[in-house]
């Protein structure tokens, strides 16, 4: 039981994570949107850059990646949500019963880790070279969430076997 609710709880904290991911950049959406904008002009990297052409300085494409990444963590916390949710209700089942409700959660953290890899080390990290800039440069955070949530994926896939 001990670990059952050691997985639940770790999938309840990113649930919770995400959730307040949303509320932060949607009550403070210019300051969140800033980095995004910076990330996609790339106005802070190498002065010699001759990566510069990848640049998007339209607004609109800005606000609109803004919102693609917005969606994408109201994916990940409904899903979280679901499977915490669904854990919860087997919490006390069979083994069988506790590793099917971990469907949603592991969705869930998977599309958590492909927004921490994909996109904010791969899209922003390497296309939009990020890593350049000394001032927005969101790869150690995003590399940090990446790991924590890779291991919380590999904890919680890690079958249930029934009590003894």
């Avoid at 190498?46 to 990566?51: N, V």
């Avoid at 990848?54 to 949500?81: C, D, K, V």
């Avoid at 927004?115 to 070279?129: D, N, S």
């Avoid at 150690?140 to 076997?161: E, G, H």
Wanted: proline share 2%; aromatic share 14%.
């Amino acid at each position: 039981m001990a670990e059952r609710i050691s997985k639940l709880g770790l999938a309840g904290a990113v649930a919770c994570f995400f959730s307040l991911v949303i509320v932060n950049n949607l009550t403070d959406y210019s300051t969140n949107f800033a980095f995004v904008q910076h990330i996609l002009a790339m106005d802070t990297i190498f002065a010699d850059s001759t990566l510069k052409w990848r640049s998007i300085t339209n607004p609109t494409l800005q606000h609109a990646f803004y919102w693609a990444i917005i969606a994408m963590e109201m994916g990940i916390a409904s899903l979280t949500w679901i499977g915490v949710v669904q854990m919860g209700q087997a919490i006390r089942g069979t083994a069988s019963e506790f590793n099917q409700a971990k469907f949603y959660t592991l969705l869930g953290l998977t599309a958590s880790c492909l927004l921490w890899f994909f996109v904010f080390l791969g899209v922003g990290g390497e296309w939009f070279v990020m890593w350049q800039s000394p001032i927005w440069n969101g790869q150690p955070i995003a590399s940090r969430m990446f790991t924590i949530t890779m291991l919380i994926l590999l904890f919680l896939r890690q079958p249930d076997l029934e009590s003894e």
